[in-house]
């Protein structure tokens, strides 16, 4: 017994991961489907360690019969075939930023509004947050709702695999050129990346923040609280996995760092790594291929009456990503689904 499962997407960066994470966490299906563009047809996909799957052509699929989509293909896929594949009955769960801000569609992340996800009947379409907000309402939540927050300003430190396949080929190729003396290409970045920070991620607004910025935001406040005052500076470093934040959280109510750290070591979807002294912290190197969404470098801020500063790190392709997305498809089986005969 199991559900049919196509992963739309399937030759990307994260469509992979998303097929290696049902694998790993063995996911119960009774088929899955690889899906990509028409010039991906037929090419091979690894599910899990031992199952090759072929890639299919989403414009030719009948979705019909299955049971969940996990959608990575970018926006303008999801506008165009998430409506679609939802009319079919196949419900859909959308990483990208499309249905995010629809008030007919839950934005989930499981460890922290999982009741939410009721909601997903309106449309049939789940959405998942993005990379850099998804691991920091996993840390906030737990203080929240022992000190209720205030204000939050992050500055995030963001892999370049969180803009694909391309932007993780431009670091290798910019890196490589330096030592060889080759002349550096720029494509996918504004800026070079290798061996330098950039201070913009997505277009910016109006107002002078990014829309990677708005969307830490909006979606935190979508997703915790829509009272929460929140500000980010983006920044993409030339990292390859693993998003890393500088927190500072403003409370209502009394909380120590003490305190903190206990309630975030109790907490779903959380390690604490929190020594005061040298390796005594976590890196992006070191959360690669991990679930947990890590807090290190946990202090009082003096700066405000009831402050923490925290330091948070995750694999930006499994709880930014993928792993999220199967997350809430385990969530829909459990509370909404019934599995196939």
């Given at each position: 017994?199991?559900?049919k499962v196509?992963?739309?997407?399937a030759?990307?960066v994260?469509?992979?991961e998303?097929?290696?994470i049902?694998?790993?966490r063995?996911f119960?299906v009774?088929?899955v489907?690889?899906l990509?563009?028409?010039?991906?047809?037929g090419?091979?996909?690894?599910?899990?360690?031992?199952?090759?799957?072929k890639?299919?052509s989403?414009?030719?699929?009948?979705?019909?019969?299955?049971d969940?989509?996990?959608f990575?293909?970018?926006?303008?896929v999801?506008?165009?075939?998430?409506?679609k594949v939802?009319?079919?009955?196949c419900?859909v769960i959308?990483n990208?930023?499309?249905?995010?801000?629809?008030?007919?569609?839950p934005?989930?992340?499981?460890?922290?509004?999982?009741?939410?996800?009721a909601g997903?009947?309106?449309?049939?379409?789940?959405?998942?947050?993005?990379?850099?907000t998804a691991?920091?309402v996993?840390?906030l939540?737990?203080?929240?709702?022992?000190?209720?927050?205030?204000r939050?300003?992050?500055?995030?430190?963001?892999?370049v695999?969180g803009a694909?396949?391309?932007?993780m080929?431009?670091?290798f190729t910019?890196?490589?050129?330096i030592?060889?003396?080759?002349?550096?290409?720029?494509?996918?970045?504004?800026?070079?990346?290798?061996?330098?920070?950039i201070p913009?991620?997505?277009?910016?607004m109006?107002?002078g923040y990014?829309?990677?910025?708005w969307?830490?935001?909006?979606?935190?406040?979508k997703?915790?609280?829509p009272?929460?005052k929140?500000t980010?500076t983006?920044?993409?470093?030339?990292?390859?996995v693993?998003h890393s934040?500088?927190?500072?959280?403003?409370?209502?109510?009394?909380?120590d760092e003490?305190?903190?750290r206990?309630?975030?070591?109790?907490s779903?979807?959380?390690m604490?790594?929190?020594?005061?002294?040298?390796e005594?912290?976590?890196?992006?190197?070191?959360?690669?291929?991990?679930?947990?969404?890590?807090?290190?470098?946990?202090?009082?801020d003096?700066?405000?009456e009831?402050?923490l500063a925290?330091?948070?790190?995750?694999?930006?392709l499994r709880?930014?990503?993928?792993?999220?997305a199967?997350?809430?498809?385990?969530?829909l089986?459990?509370?909404?689904?019934?599995?196939?005969?």
């Amino acid at each position: 017994m199991g559900y049919k499962v196509a992963v739309v997407g399937a030759t990307g960066v994260v469509g992979r991961e998303m097929l290696q994470i049902l694998a790993e966490r063995q996911f119960p299906v009774s088929e899955v489907v690889a899906l990509a563009s028409r010039r991906s047809q037929g090419r091979e996909i690894s599910f899990g360690d031992t199952k090759i799957l072929k890639c299919q052509s989403l414009e030719n699929y009948d979705f019909r019969g299955t049971d969940i989509a996990l959608f990575s293909a970018g926006s303008a896929v999801s506008k165009e075939w998430g409506p679609k594949v939802a009319a079919t009955g196949c419900t859909v769960i959308d990483n990208s930023s499309y249905f995010r801000m629809d008030p007919d569609v839950p934005l989930i992340v499981p460890e922290v509004n999982a009741d939410a996800i009721a909601g997903y009947t309106k449309r049939n379409i789940i959405a998942n947050p993005n990379c850099s907000t998804a691991q920091l309402v996993v840390a906030l939540k737990p203080l929240h709702d022992v000190a209720r927050i205030k204000r939050v300003v992050v500055s995030t430190y963001q892999s370049v695999s969180g803009a694909g396949n391309e932007a993780m080929d431009e670091l290798f190729t910019q890196t490589r050129a330096i030592f060889v003396n080759d002349p550096i290409k720029k494509e996918r970045f504004t800026k070079q990346i290798a061996f330098n920070v950039i201070p913009h991620i997505d277009v910016f607004m109006d107002d002078g923040y990014t829309k990677e910025e708005w969307k830490m935001s909006a979606e935190t406040n979508k997703i915790l609280d829509p009272d929460i005052k929140l500000t980010a500076t983006c920044v993409r470093v030339p990292v390859f996995v693993g998003h890393s934040e500088a927190i500072n959280v403003e409370f209502h109510n009394p909380i120590d760092e003490k305190r903190a750290r206990d309630i975030l070591r109790e907490s779903p979807g959380i390690m604490v790594v929190d020594q005061r002294e040298d390796e005594g912290y976590m890196t992006p190197v070191e959360c690669v291929g991990d679930y947990a969404t890590f807090v290190s470098r946990i202090r009082k801020d003096p700066t405000v009456e009831h402050g923490l500063a925290l330091w948070c790190v995750s694999d930006n392709l499994r709880k930014g990503a993928a792993l999220n997305a199967v997350q809430i498809a385990e969530l829909l089986g459990r509370r909404h689904l019934k599995k196939a005969s």
